[in-house]
């Protein structure tokens, strides 16, 4: 396991820090206890004669990596975690650079995701230091439909009725994201209640045409869930044509969307249409899975369905269909960035900054600057982890030879 240190003041000279758009190389980042606060060129600050320094050799240091969707990883999954297994999980993504994460859940009977998310809630009070931080839960289903259910059971999904809504609305405290299909009978209203309760409501794996989308906007919706996977695009009905929910989403003027930049989700010339589109509220996520980080073969299960690793993406056993991904969010920002060419400073902020936004969280996480939350990620080339801060901890990666 890592080597942790407890909060102290703590300086990282000689970064090229990634942040709000820009790249600044050799600046001092300075820490104190759980808070970032001082971000300067060079290293000739006064106080740094009672911090540690670490010379990070240039290397880039970014806020925390935000995921707003995963699943697990390592062999685990969230919806049955128990605390050994979350922590697990959590630790593993927190050495990889990811200190902030949303805990997704696939379809089951809304009964059983109220106890789960009930359960989450216990077991992230137990969370070692040296953890990434849990958000919240996010619900991926059960309002989705079956036509577009991807690696969802179809017969746990149901439309959302206003007794299911009231009884996710019970765990408000930890339910910050629900992805439903806005076409379904009742959805409009689940949206408005549940935005109006505090969480992100999401669009995903719906039949939606644009007008549909657009509807569930007005009433509350704001985000976008995995552009392209379990997603209607445009039919034609005579000689007409109609936008489906993909098209509402590029087209939309307000609207946060994911995308699963694993290689394997969605090709280069997909990924640059959801960039010319989205823009600036463009996130990367990884969709995690049990899968991540284990051998091609390895079999996992996503509630009731099984897949198994391939070759570098999950399949759904014995479908034509992804069953999440297998990658982190680190692996993305490198697809992104060396092998597609994307700027540095755009990548970093799609699985920083915008995230933060999308989570509410701007004014604590997703940006290097004096007074917000010590969460630190230093990369080698190829966003190769090297070592993150956690709650103002110094935690090298397992295998960079950074310094203990």
């Given at each position: 396991?890592?080597?942790t240190?407890?909060?102290h003041?703590?300086?990282l000279?000689?970064?090229?820090?990634?942040?709000?758009?820009?790249?600044?190389?050799?600046?001092?980042?300075?820490?104190?206890?759980?808070?970032?606060?001082?971000?300067?060129?060079?290293a000739?600050?006064?106080?740094?004669r009672?911090?540690?320094?670490?010379?990070?050799?240039?290397?880039?240091?970014?806020?925390?990596?935000?995921?707003?969707h995963?699943?697990?990883?390592?062999?685990?999954?969230?919806?049955?975690a128990?605390?050994?297994?979350?922590?697990?999980?959590?630790r593993?993504?927190?050495a990889?650079?990811?200190?902030?994460?949303?805990?997704?859940?696939?379809?089951?009977?809304?009964?059983?995701?109220?106890?789960?998310?009930?359960?989450?809630?216990?077991?992230?009070?137990?969370?070692p230091?040296?953890?990434?931080r849990?958000?919240?839960?996010?619900l991926?289903?059960?309002?989705?439909?079956a036509?577009?259910?991807?690696?969802?059971?179809?017969?746990?999904?149901?439309?959302?009725?206003?007794r299911?809504?009231?009884?996710?609305?019970?765990h408000a405290?930890?339910?910050?994201?629900?992805?439903?299909?806005?076409?379904?009978?009742?959805?409009i209203?689940?949206?408005?209640?549940?935005?109006?309760?505090?969480?992100?409501?999401?669009?995903?794996?719906?039949?939606?045409?644009?007008?549909?989308?657009?509807?569930?906007?007005?009433?509350?919706?704001?985000?976008?869930?995995?552009?392209?996977?379990?997603?209607?695009?445009?039919?034609?009905?005579?000689?007409?044509?109609?936008?489906g929910?993909?098209?509402?989403?590029?087209?939309?003027?307000d609207?946060?969307?994911?995308v699963?930049?694993?290689?394997?989700?969605?090709?280069?010339?997909?990924l640059?249409?959801a960039?010319?589109?989205?823009?600036?509220?463009?996130?990367?996520?990884?969709?995690?899975t049990?899968?991540?980080g284990?051998?091609a073969?390895?079999?996992?299960?996503?509630?009731?369905?099984?897949?198994?690793v391939?070759?570098g993406?999950?399949?759904?056993?014995g479908?034509?269909a992804?069953?999440g991904?297998?990658?982190?969010?680190?692996?993305?920002?490198?697809?992104?960035?060396?092998?597609?060419g994307?700027?540095?400073?755009?990548?970093?902020a799609?699985?920083?900054?915008?995230?933060?936004?999308?989570?509410?969280?701007s004014?604590r996480?997703?940006?290097?600057?004096?007074g917000?939350?010590?969460d630190?990620a230093?990369f080698?080339p190829?966003?190769?982890?090297?070592?993150?801060?956690?709650?103002?901890?110094w935690?090298?990666?397992?295998?960079?030879g950074?310094?203990?």
């Open positions: 396991m890592p080597t240190s407890r909060p003041r703590l300086a000279t000689r970064a090229t820090v990634v942040s709000d758009g820009r790249v600044e190389p050799d600046r001092t980042v300075v820490v104190d206890g759980e808070h970032i606060v001082a971000v300067a060129s060079g000739d600050l006064e106080s740094l009672d911090a540690r320094v670490v010379d990070v050799g240039g290397r880039i240091v970014t806020a925390g990596l935000i995921d707003l995963v699943h697990g990883a390592a062999g685990h999954a969230f919806d049955d128990d605390g050994a297994a979350l922590t697990a999980v959590l593993r993504l927190a990889s650079g990811v200190t902030s994460v949303q805990l997704s859940l696939v379809s089951a009977p809304v009964d059983v995701l109220a106890a789960r998310i009930a359960s989450l809630a216990e077991l992230v009070a137990g969370v230091a040296d953890a990434a849990v958000l919240g839960v996010h991926e289903g059960p309002f989705l439909a036509a577009q259910c991807g690696a969802h059971d179809p017969d746990v999904l149901v439309p959302p009725s206003p299911d809504v009231a009884r996710l609305l019970e405290a930890t339910l910050r994201m629900v992805t439903l299909a806005p076409e379904l009978p009742g959805a209203e689940a949206t408005r209640r549940l935005a109006a309760g505090g969480v992100v409501v999401a669009a995903g794996h719906s039949g939606a045409t644009a007008a549909e989308l657009a509807a569930a906007a007005d009433a509350g919706l704001t985000h976008v869930t995995h552009l392209w996977s379990g997603q209607s695009t445009t039919r034609r009905e005579g000689p007409w044509r109609i936008p929910l993909l098209e509402g989403a590029l087209a939309a003027a609207l946060t969307a994911e699963i930049a694993d290689g394997r989700h969605l090709p280069p010339e997909l640059e249409i960039r010319r589109c989205v823009g600036d509220r463009l996130v990367v996520v990884s969709d995690g049990p899968g991540t284990m051998p073969g390895h079999r996992y299960r996503l509630a009731t369905v099984e897949c198994v391939g070759d993406v999950g399949m759904v056993d479908a034509d992804f069953g991904s297998t990658s982190t969010l680190p692996r993305m920002l490198a697809h992104l960035h060396d092998d597609l994307w700027p540095l400073a755009e990548v970093v799609a699985a920083t900054g915008r995230p933060a936004a999308v989570a509410g969280l004014g996480r997703g940006a290097v600057v004096a917000m939350d010590a630190l230093i080698d190829g966003f190769r982890p090297w070592a993150t801060v956690l709650r103002g901890r935690l090298p990666a397992p295998s960079s950074g310094p203990l």
